[in-house]
């Protein structure tokens, strides 16, 4: 084998780790809240009423749902559509007092990361494995996920 050939497979070989390694990522840092919105059963549900809200986070009072626990305030990650006296369908993470979107929009949201992650990997599957085909699919499955979470909103 010549050692420009051996030189192509290393770099072809850590291209597709660099890409994984990005979609590890994006899962991973997705997971954390879509375990909460995807696997709510058992958990509490109810809605929130954003009553203020600071630099990151919303807080309001929370009416429980059916066979719910009660809180007297919970917290909700900051977004763009989060405004004042909106009511938000909530699932409370278990042991605290912060609160994920539920639903189908909650579902979205939380895989955001996940969007951005096959974006990101979609160029390393282009410039560096050379498989054009498969970072077009890869960037319109990224390019999908976002714009679904953001017209959710």
Do not use: N
Not at 128 to 133: A, D, K
């Amino acid at each position: 084998m010549k050692r420009t050939q051996v030189l192509l497979y290393a770099r072809r070989g850590a291209m597709a780790v660099i890409a994984l390694l990005l979609l590890v990522a994006g899962v991973r840092s997705s997971w954390g809240t879509a375990q909460h919105v995807m696997l709510a059963k058992g958990r509490d549900h109810g809605t929130l009423r954003v009553a203020s809200c600071a630099a990151e986070t919303c807080t309001g009072p929370y009416a429980p749902g059916g066979g719910t626990t009660d809180h007297a305030r919970v917290s909700i990650e900051k977004s763009v559509a989060t405004k004042k006296g909106t009511y938000l369908a909530v699932v409370i993470k278990p042991g605290t007092t912060e609160a994920v979107r539920a639903g189908t929009s909650g579902v979205l949201l939380a895989w955001v990361p996940l969007g951005g992650a096959l974006l990101l990997a979609a160029l390393v599957i282009a410039g560096g494995l050379r498989r054009t085909r498969i970072a077009w699919w890869t960037a319109l499955a990224g390019a999908l996920l976002l714009g679904a979470a953001f017209l959710s909103l």
